[in-house]
């Protein structure tokens, strides 16, 4: 009966553990989802931050998000919600590059204000939401 115990109670430290674990990691992954998006934001409305040093940190940003998504999986019982992050974020990744920094970049601030504004709202909107289901609340 002793060991039989002493087995829940360790079953039960490394289930509180591996469940801080995925808390841990997905309240980190919120701040570089957000750092991402506020570099974005300073490269979009501070015209005079548009050098290659904002540049850089805006690539850096997204590049470290989807390098901790590489290396994260689903926790058990929610593989569809994190399957629905990494197709928000690659969709939202991949929209900045082609389209949303470019047109930063050539000055052209109504369309990006447009895109930032639109359907980028709404996939980071998504993404946070995503994670805090996850576990990173």
Known sequence: MKKLASLLFSA????????????NEFSELRTQISAARESLVT?????????????????????AVSAHLAK???????EAQFKALLENWNAFKKTRETELVPAILAGNDAEARKI??????????????????????
Do not use: Y
């Open 12 to 23: 039960l430290i490394a289930l509180s553990f591996s469940t801080n674990v995925f808390a």
């Open 43 to 63: 490269l979009l409305t501070n015209k005079d931050k548009r050098g290659a040093d904002q540049q850089k940190l805006v690539k850096d940003t997204a590049d």
């Open 72 to 78: 994260m999986k689903a926790p058990a019982g929610k």
């Open 116 to 137: 930032a504004g639109g359907i980028q709202k709404e996939r980071i909107t998504k993404c946070h939401e995503l994670v805090g289901e996850l576990g990173g609340e």
